[in-house]
């Protein structure tokens, strides 16, 4: 995503949320399949289900969360929040093997095989249907937008709908013009150097 682009829409929403909340916001909505997975899985471990609820919940939940961030829908107040939480703890799969354990002492080996497989159908199902409504959207806008550009776009949206600022997603030439958002880039790579330079390197 073009970064005049990005930060012309941050730029609406500075200095009351600043670029940085928006990025972990968008790191939010991309957890949320994980973070229904891993709440969903873990109740179905301690309650002792069976197999094929574990399988059938973990399933159902976890495609669930992607459809709720990808259309914004925020069924659960405060769940976007909590996902955006939970993408601080959840890097290289750590609540996975913790999550895993627990299911191990709870439901045996057999029961986590069927929740990772069910975790794998679900991630197949949720790139078929973000490569359904990628294609959609450029059909009928011409614009290629992949599930990571969708989410940034929610999290602007949903920003924005707090502070009751516009969530219209269409930037006039005019925003684009630098000296309108540079301050929201300066304020982010004073904060998040290391953020920064993820999309500004050459």
């Known amino acids: 995503m073009p970064v005049d682009y990005a930060f012309s829409l941050m730029a609406r929403l500075y200095p009351d949320v600043d670029a940085y909340k928006v990025l972990k916001t968008t790191e939010g909505l991309a957890s949320m399949p994980a973070l229904m997975t891993f709440i969903f899985g873990l109740l179905c471990f301690i309650m002792q289900l069976s197999l094929l609820k574990i399988g059938l919940a973990v ?111 269409d930037v006039s030439e005019d925003e684009k013009m630098s000296d309108k958002w540079i301050l929201v880039l300066e304020d982010l790579q004073k904060k998040w150097p290391e953020v920064v330079r993820r999309f500004t390197r050459d």
Do not use: Q
Not at 111 to 121: E, K, P, Q, R, Y
Not at 127 to 141: A, G, R
């Open 59 to 169: 399933f159902i939940f976890s495609v669930m969360g992607y459809i709720d961030a990808l259309f914004l829908l925020n069924i659960v107040p405060g769940l976007y929040r909590l996902a955006t939480f939970y993408s601080y703890i959840s890097g290289f799969g750590i609540m996975l093997v913790i999550l895993s354990i627990i299911g191990f002492l709870r439901v045996g080996f057999l029961g986590v095989l069927v929740f990772l497989g069910s975790i794998i159908v679900s991630r197949i199902v949720i790139e078929i249907i973000d490569s359904i409504h990628s294609n959609k959207v450029h059909k009928n806008t011409g614009i290629v937008v992949t599930g990571s550009e969708m989410n940034f776009l929610n999290a602007y949206r949903f920003e924005a709908k707090k502070l009751k600022r516009t969530t219209s997603i």
